[in-house]
């Protein structure tokens, strides 16, 4: 789906490979788990509580590991099984690092990422558990693509709007839908985690695939991975335009 960041208006959206095969629309159906594209919202919230993003956060393992529910140990890891030691948190984010994240998101606390996630238009179910903070839970991907328009301009979120207007057949509008636009956070803060994000493009984990592509136009996203590449998501955005997709990956 690509959204108009200052309207909301949907400017393209495809639900499925074929309507005629399946008529589930899964950009406003589906609830799938964001990966790291979930990451910025943890950011978001350590920047909102004064966290400076030269920061040194910790990319080691959890010590002590975490507790599941059924008493297993969680023990997550990075996609390349490494760890890095402390960290800048700007490269922590746009180097996608998991357990940097995880421990980052840990001291803020469960509630107040859950809380960030809402404040960017995220509304189901965020479990307080630390696998939160890494993407663990689904999210719907038109509000998840729509939650990056606020980092586009820079605090502001817009409602997606499919139907821009619905007229008679002399062509009098009979409902105009009002854009509805929601302030996440203060500009000041929201560069900070833009050029974050710009950074995911011009040098982290969308570099190959963006950057060093030919795509040099001024662009900022992040990339997301589920466990076993079950699914695989990119959400981007220009100043004008924020777009992302969610595919399968091998089952």
Known sequence: VALDNRTGYILALVGGRDYSDSKWNRVTQSVRQPGSTFKPFVYSAAVRAGHPVTELVDDSPLNPPVIQLDSTLWQPKDYDDTTLGLIPMRRSLYESRNLSTIKLGMALGE?????????????????????IHIGARGVKPLELIAAYTAFATLGTRVEPIGVVRVEDRQGDILWQ???KREPVMDREHTWLILDMLRDVVRRGTAY???WR???????A???????DYTDAWYVGFTSEIAAGT?????R
């Open 208 to 210: 190959t695939a963006i």
């Open 246 to 250: 969610c595919t399968d990956g091998p």
């Open 177 to 179: 839908p009002a854009v």
């Open 213 to 219: 592509a030919g795509f040099t136009h001024p662009a």
């Open 111 to 131: 509630q107040t990422v859950i809380g960030e996630a809402r404040r960017y238009g995220i509304t189901t179910s965020l479990p307080p558990y630390p696998s």
């Open 221 to 227: 996203g992040k990339t997301g991975t589920t466990d």
